[in-house]
């Protein structure tokens, strides 16, 4: 009977980001992870591109396509884009049509608004969901990250998104205190581009800032100082011009969107039980996420806090592999899904 459900429509897990999606199919494991961007032909109201296609087109395209980020700091900006977007992956994530349509979980982050996830379960079902379910950006990233969610011992993840950072402290399959930012790795590149155009006189685009933050952008002097080669538009002469900065000039760019994610981190700790609190200096910090693969970040929270701290092993994925668990054993982990609310 199982396998014959299976055929029907098989279970997905969605970790909607700002920058990736990710799918989570039952039994298949992760099958896509592309950018969280749509290019759209103005002209006409079709979808050019979505996704990898999508963003190499960022900056670069004619006037009647633009490429579009739909969601900004982990909500839905554009709920048409949203919708179509996720259909594309949805469909892409399924081999072949089924004859049910599938349950789908997303990831949202913790902070947001009941209205916002009313949205998030309307693109679900408009994408051709059967049932939408919500899960907690932390709480799926902690479950990814194989922490013990469901003893009675505090666990603290840290989850640096695209548009949000997410902190929390998790205890017995519930948040026990949280914290959501919208600063993440979108904030670090416009510190970088808002940098360089006040200091160099030269205008960056996005993606350029991007490589700029994965290649030299650190948060922690480590002895190791790179540099690297930018290029960008001079706003003096409007000539293509190229300039070289130092990983000391980016840290000092990036400085501020750093200090706020220390901030949220700090204060969430402030507001943990004393029980928790040792089982944290125990057990230490958990950091997951795509924004938390910038150079020495995990030193300078563990300067910061005075806990250990340890990046886990698949940060980029954490969330929607702690998503698709709860799609495989649906039933145990029923409890850590957001319930429904009442309309």
């Known amino acids: 009977m199982g396998s014959k459900l299976a055929f029907l429509g098989r279970d997905m897990a969605v970790d909607l980001g700002t920058a990736n999606t990710l799918v989570y199919v039952r039994g298949r494991g992760i099958v896509l992870s592309e950018p969280s961007v749509v290019a759209i032909n103005t002209a006409t109201e079709k ?26 700091d982990g909500v839905i900006a554009d709920f048409e884009v949203t919708e179509r977007m996720l259909r594309y992956f949805i469909q892409r994530a399924q081999k072949r049509r089924h004859l049910a349509k599938p349950r789908i979980i997303i990831a949202v982050p913790s ?3 009941g209205v916002e996830q009313r949205a998030v379960k309307e693109a679900g079902y408009q994408a051709g ?10 709480m799926a990233a902690a479950i990814g ?12 993840v840290v989850d640096i998104g695209g548009g949000t950072t997410e902190v929390a402290i998790i205890s017995m399959g519930g948040v026990v205190t949280s914290r959501s930012i919208r600063v993440g790795g979108d904030e670090l590149d416009q510190a970088v581009i808002t940098y360089v155009k006040k200091e160099f006189s030269l205008m960056l685009g996005e993606r350029t800032a991007e490589e700029i933050k994965m290649t030299v952008g650190s ?22 011009k190229t300039i070289i900065v130092s990983a000391e000039e980016i840290r000092k760019a990036i400085e501020e969107p750093v200090n706020a994610i220390a901030d949220a981190v700090r204060s969430t700790l402030d507001q943990c039980p004393p029980e928790l609190s040792g089982d944290l200096m125990d057990r230490g910090l958990a950091l997951t996420g795509g924004g938390a693969l910038l150079k020495g970040l995990d030193e300078r929270l563990r300067h910061e806090t005075g806990m250990p701290v340890h990046l886990v092993d698949n940060a980029l994925d954490s969330v929607a592999l702690g998503s698709g668990r709860c799609v495989e054993d649906f039933d145990a982990l029923q409890q850590v899904l957001v319930p429904e609310s009442r309309r």
């Open 219 to 240: 948060a922690w002097a480590d002895g190791d100082e790179a540099h690297a080669e930018v290029r960008g538009r001079d706003l003096v002469s409007g000539m293509p």
């Open 47 to 72: 979808i050019v591109a979505v996704g990898v296609e999508a963003k190499r087109m960022i900056g670069r395209t004619p006037g009647n396509i633009v490429a579009v980020r739909p969601l900004k």
């Open 145 to 156: 990250a194989g922490l013990p969610v469901h003893e009675p011992t505090g666990n603290m």
């Open 129 to 138: 969901a059967r049932k939408v379910y919500i899960v907690e950006e932390p």
């Open 111 to 113: 902070g947001i608004t």
